[in-house]
Antibody
Framework: QVQLQESGPRLVKPSETLSLICTVS????????WSWIRQPPGKGLEWIGYIYYSGSTNYNPSLKSRVTISVDTSKNQFSLKLSSVTAADTAVYYC???????????WGQGTLVTVSS | NFMLTQPHSVSESPGKTVTISCTGSSGSIASNFVQWYQQRPGSAPTTVIYEDDQRPSGVPDRFSGSIDSSSNSASLTISGLKTEDEADYYC??????????FGGGTKLTVL
C-alpha cells in the first residue's frame, strides 16, 4: 500500500516561501503522477499542480507564477514551493498520487500551514 | 474556465439511496474522467470513485458513479445509506490542458 506523508514548517511569515516535502513509501515514485492540493479552513479543495517522475509539471494558472513542484527520485520524495505567501495561502496542504494526470487515487493525511507574522 | 457545480447539501435517511450531481459548465463532461472524493470531518479526502465509475479496492459497492451526457453531468449514487457515509463529497475532473478542477463540495447528512 502506497503511503504519503507531508512534512515541513507549519508557520510561514508573509512574503516568504512555503516549502513542503511529500515522502512516498510502499511504492516507487516512478509509478505515478504526484499532485499537491490545498484546502483553506472551512472551504473546498483547490488544485495546485502535479509532476511526473520525468520532471514534467502542470500548474494551476492562478498560482503558476508562485509555484514550483519538483521530484527527487533518489529519495522517493516530491516537493512544493509557494513563494510570496499571504494569509490567503493558509490552508491544509495535501500531497496525492494518481495513475493519470489529475486523477487522484490516494492522499496524504495533510498538513496545516499558517501564514502569519 | 471549466467549472463543476454541485448542490451545497443533500440529506437522506439510513438505508435509503442518495444521488449527488456534478454539472460541467462547458464542453462535454464525458470527454474527461470524473472522480469523487469523500471527506469526513477532520480527515483527509479519500477516493471513492475514479475514472467515472471505478471503485478503488476497499470501497463498498454501495458507491457507484455515472455520466449523463444529455445533462452534461456526473453522479455519485450511494445506496443502503449508513451514518458513516455522512461527509463532504467532492467531484473532480480536468480541462483540456489537464488542469484539475474541483466542484464546490456537497455536504451529505444521513438522518
Amino acid at each position: 500500500q502506497v503511503q504519503l506523508q507531508e512534512s515541513g514548517p507549519r508557520l510561514v511569515k508573509p512574503s516568504e516561501t512555503l516549502s513542503l516535502i511529500c515522502t512516498v513509501s510502499g511504492g516507487s515514485i516512478t509509478d505515478y503522477y504526484w499532485s499537491w492540493i490545498r484546502q483553506p479552513p472551512g472551504k473546498g479543495l483547490e488544485w495546485i499542480g502535479y509532476i511526473y517522475y520525468s520532471g514534467s509539471t502542470n500548474y494551476n494558472p492562478s498560482l503558476k507564477s508562485r509555484v514550483t513542484i519538483s521530484v527527487d527520485t533518489s529519495k522517493n520524495q516530491f516537493s512544493l514551493k509557494l513563494s510570496s505567501v499571504t494569509a490567503a495561502d493558509t490552508a491544509v496542504y495535501y500531497c496525492a498520487r494518481g495513475k493519470l494526470p489529475a486523477v487522484i487515487l490516494g492522499w496524504g493525511q495533510g498538513t496545516l500551514v499558517t501564514v502569519s507574522s | 474556465n471549466f467549472m463543476l457545480t454541485q448542490p451545497h447539501s443533500v440529506s437522506e435517511s439510513p438505508g435509503k439511496t442518495v444521488t449527488i450531481s456534478c454539472t460541467g459548465s462547458s464542453g462535454s463532461i464525458a470527454s474527461n474522467f470524473v472522480q469523487w472524493y469523500q471527506q469526513r470531518p477532520g480527515s483527509a479526502p479519500t477516493t471513492v470513485i475514479y475514472e467515472d465509475d471505478q471503485r478503488p479496492s476497499g470501497v463498498p459497492d454501495r458507491f457507484s458513479g455515472s455520466i449523463d451526457s444529455s445533462s452534461n453531468s456526473a453522479s455519485l449514487t450511494i445506496s443502503g445509506l449508513k451514518t458513516e457515509d455522512e461527509a463532504d463529497y467532492y467531484c473532480q475532473s480536468y480541462d483540456n490542458n489537464n488542469q484539475g478542477v474541483f466542484g464546490g463540495g456537497t455536504k451529505l447528512t444521513v438522518l
